[in-house]
């Protein structure tokens, strides 16, 4: 079974400060992992995915997120905080033969002060 | 590509009214997902389809809801009769063949509320 956990419900960062958003899986096969966001009254859109290739994921609007397998993790970074970042960030796991199903975290909301 | 088209955009309606959610995947995407939005359960898988066909529909609340694809370019998802606790934002999502490694495309979604 497959499971997502976004360490943080909650993050606030100050605009041009770094951003970091936290996320475990737990995963019996080899996952792919997707960060989505979505903004207010939005519905989700994709900001980047690892899929067994490069560990490092570059995605749009400057964020990357990194796997470690030894940690389990797949935090999400950006070096230079937005206001237009402010949003709701879902982490994503989804494993190899799960009939392509996609397991969601529970969400980070993502407020960034002027 | 339009991306996915979901209608209505918002729903208000009547506890024990009939509601009809429209989706229209992207053209060539042979899977197909309704999911639930609240704020105490986050997103919940409803029912999924393959080529029209429904996979997996154990996560369908109860049997006030259903869902449809009669074709490969749209699919229904029907609450009757509606409740108060039906009221979430409904999202439908398509993929491609190759699945999984593109992840799913959303729709903007459905704001139902049931008064």
């Known amino acids: 079974a497959q499971s997502v956990t976004q360490l943080d419900s909650h993050v606030s960062v100050s605009e041009g400060t770094p951003v970091l958003l936290r996320c475990n899986y737990s995963?019996?096969?080899?996952?792919?992992l997707f960060w989505y966001v979505q903004h207010p009254n939005k519905g989700l859109q994709l900001l980047l995915k690892?899929?067994?290739?490069?560990?490092l994921v570059k995605g749009i609007n400057g964020f990357e997120a990194e796997f470690k397998k030894s940690e389990t993790s797949f935090h999400l970074t950006k070096p230079s905080a937005h206001m237009s970042d402010a949003a709701e960030y879902f982490c994503?796991?989804?494993?190899?033969?799960?009939?392509?199903?996609?397991?969601f975290g529970s969400g980070t909301q993502l407020t960034v002060l002027p | 590509d339009a991306g996915v088209i979901q209608s209505p955009r918002h729903e208000v309606t009547e506890m024990g009214q009939e509601v009809t959610l429209r989706c229209k995947p992207i053209?060539?995407?042979?899977?197909l997902f309704w999911y639930r939005q609240t704020m105490m359960r986050g997103l919940e898988l409803l029912i999924y389809?393959?080529?029209?066909?429904?996979?997996?529909d154990s996560g369908m609340p109860e049997d006030r809801f259903s869902a449809k694809m009669p074709n490969a370019s749209f699919s229904t998802l029907k609450i009757q009769p509606s409740e108060p606790r039906d009221s979430a934002v409904y999202f439908c999502?398509?993929?491609?063949?190759?699945?999984?490694?593109?992840?799913?495309?959303f729709g903007s979604g459905t704001r139902l509320t049931v008064v």
């Open positions: 999502a398509s993929s491609y063949r190759v699945g999984v490694i593109n992840g799913y495309t």
């Open positions: 995963s019996s096969y080899s996952p792919s």
């Open positions: 690892y899929t067994s290739a490069a560990t």
């Open positions: 994503v796991v989804s494993e190899a033969g799960s009939a392509r199903q996609l397991t």
């Open positions: 053209s060539g995407h042979d899977y």
């Open positions: 389809f393959n080529n029209n066909v429904p996979i997996d």
